[in-house]
């Protein structure tokens, strides 16, 4: 294994324990939604009561590791209630366990995708959100040129003199769909981040050489963005299956840019 990039294997609440405080500088992750997927060892059906308790540990685990200056973004979806099939809104929840965590809102960003089940009674989820936490409002690292993309409008008089502007907080990312899952080996990984999506997070919240951490790494896409943008990474990943999984991906995805 790549000695930038350590992967753990083990519960996220008791190996967040493990890595040193004031380590890390940006933490980027999806938990499991609780909504039944085969997460391996993972069992994805739990009382909201016990997520939240869980999202909550991990809040209060990544403060202690995390800089001063660091960040945590966290991606969730509304889902569906199990019994009722009421949308419970993922993000507001997490909103409120943050702030008892003690961090701050710094954006909340809307991922907005096209391929996804069409229901039949209630209008079509094409989005997600990403909560950009910070440990410290005030003192927080923001490399806003690092991601600047192209204006739409070529003559505006406005333009940056590099002739690009601030992404917003609105971004359009494909997901990874069951094609590409199948290139990458990776058929029975139930979700997969994108990787471009997490390398526009990496560049704007983190210098080269710093260290960036998925409590929930699954297939190891933090760990293969970080990789390309000469970052280093810690994965945490309960299920032993991924270890493999994402030390293949480093090595390879890599070497495919080259």
Known sequence: MNKNHQIIIGDAKEKLKDIKPNYI???ITSPPYNIEKNYGKYKDNISRSEWEELIFEVFNLSKKVLKRNGS???NVSPVPDK???EIIPLDAISY???KEAGFFLRNSIIWNFNNMQNPTKRLSGRWESILWFVKDIDNYIFNLNDIKIPYLTKNDRRLDPNGKRNPTDVWYFDRVNNMTKKKLGLSDVPTMFPTPM???IVKMSSNKGDVILDPFAGSGTVAVASNNL???SISI???NRYEDIISK???NEFESKI
């Open 249 to 251: 991906r480093i090595k």
């Open 25 to 27: 500088t940006t933490i």
């Open 230 to 232: 000469g970052r280093k």
């Open 96 to 98: 409120f366990l943050a």
């Open 198 to 200: 997490i390398e526009r």
């Open 83 to 85: 019994k009722t099939k």
């Open 237 to 239: 990943e309960i299920d």
């Open 72 to 74: 945590f973004f966290l």
